[in-house]
Nanobody, 125 residues
Framework: VQLQASGGGVVQSGGSLRLSCAAS????????MGWFRQAPGKETEFVAA????????RYADSMKNRFTISRERAKNTVYLQMNSLKPEDTAVYYC???????????????????WGQGTLVTVSS
């Protein structure tokens, strides 16, 4: 199984980026995919998750009005649309996949079975 994340880059404050995560090797029809991020010197932080079967979503409270997670079933790909970016959004963003959707645990990193390599997002002020 491979998760290939892409779409990171440098953007000015207030700008937008869309991250992509393409999964290969299996599907996650009974589980979900999510995004986490890690800023320099900080712990890994949950961003968003989506249940593959019905697109049910979870968001971190601080990002739910600016970030949107979506999926394209035919491509086995999940996206993270990030709008109104702030310098504090600067981080390495990781996609992850879980073979099970655990209702109360999709915000926890240890729920996920597979991880992508990360893509760097830098927001300049």
């Amino acid at each position: 199984v491979q998760l290939q994340a892409s779409g990171g880059g440098v953007v000015q404050s207030g700008g937008s980026l869309r991250l992509s995560c393409a999964a290969s090797g299996r599907t996650f029809s009974g589980g979900g995919m999510g995004w986490f991020r890690q800023a320099p010197g900080k712990e890994t932080e949950f961003v968003a998750a989506m249940r593959w079967s019905d697109s049910n979503t979870r968001y971190a409270d601080s990002m739910k009005n600016r970030f949107t997670i979506s999926r394209e079933r035919a491509k086995n790909t999940v996206y993270l649309q990030m709008n109104s970016l702030k310098p504090e959004d600067t981080a390495v963003y990781y996609c992850a996949a879980s073979v099970r959707w655990v209702v109360s645990r999709m915000r926890q990193a240890d729920t996920y079975d597979y991880w992508g390599q990360g893509t760097l997002v830098t927001v300049s002020s």
